[in-house]
């Protein structure tokens, strides 16, 4: 006390800068208690959690599926071996002058004195393969002479082709032979094999084809290469776009007298 007033008295009531900076000090420091209590004492409260909804499921029942049923089955037994059967195969014609147009026939076995037809057409036109086959007789040149009339050398220019059916079929007076018509050559039904013309003993007679149907037997076998089975009725079908496959007969004998 003796220390502070002799010293406030020689400073003349002055407090010093000692004492001034300590109460400074100290009032901050209350300062910063005052703020830090205010801020914790006024914190918000804290929000409550905020319940989560369910999510929702889905149960699969799973349902055992029966068991399948086995039922027996009686496999026949095969006592024999299965015979063969005969199928008769397609076969395609058409009708062997081409264009049918401004053509004429008849039947003509009672003209020629065995089965076979002459069918009138311009000439120029087209003797066609009346079905798929392969090229039997090729006769190039005409040889027929009028005063020896040899029956082997009337058709002149002519063609004849053995039928994938199994058949002969003749045409002759032909003007030419197309090309590449040889002797073993395959051809197909519709194609050209010759042009229509007068060769042969058809010379003054008109232009005509001389169309025949046989079995095969060789290719100078003109008797029967000529015409066996009447052509008739298969020309007429073919015409109206039937598929009719010529039938060869056995040629019933003619009884002994």
């Not at 300590?22 to 910063?32: G, K």
């Not at 349902?63 to 027996?72: G, L, N, R, Y």
């Not at 040899?150 to 002149?156: N, S, Y």
Request: proline share 11%; glycine share 10%.
């Amino acid at each position: 006390m003796n220390c502070l007033s002799g010293y406030l008295e020689n400073n003349d009531l002055r407090p010093c800068s000692l004492c001034a900076g300590i109460i400074f000090l100290a009032s901050v420091f209350v300062i910063i208690l005052l703020g830090c209590s205010r801020f914790i004492g006024n914190e918000p409260p804290s929000q409550p959690p905020t319940p989560s909804l369910p999510i929702p499921t889905r149960t699969v029942i799973l349902q055992k599926s029966p068991k399948p049923t086995i039922t027996a089955t009686t496999i026949p037994m095969i006592t024999s071996k299965p015979s063969p059967t005969n199928t008769a195969l397609n076969h395609f014609y058409v009708f062997p002058v081409q264009p049918m147009k401004n053509i004429g026939y008849s039947e003509g076995t009672s003209s020629h004195g065995y089965p076979a037809i002459d069918i009138f057409a311009p000439e120029g036109w087209e003797y066609v393969a009346v079905t798929d086959g392969i090229v039997d007789f090729v006769s190039n040149q005409d040889n027929w002479d009028s005063t020896l009339d040899d029956p082997a050398t009337r058709g002149g220019i002519s063609v004849a082709i053995i039928g994938n059916d199994g058949m002969r079929y003749y045409g002759s007076h032909l003007s030419k032979i197309a090309d590449g018509i040889f002797p073993g050559e395959r051809v197909n039904a519709g194609q050209v094999l010759g042009y229509i013309g007068e060769t042969g003993n058809a010379r003054g007679r008109g232009t005509h084809l001389h169309f025949g149907i046989s079995r095969p037997t060789y290719p100078e076998d003109w008797k029967i290469r000529r015409g066996e089975v009447d052509p008739y009725l298969y020309l007429n079908a073919w015409a109206g776009g039937n598929n009719i496959v010529p039938v060869y007969s056995t040629p019933t004998p003619k009884p002994t007298p």
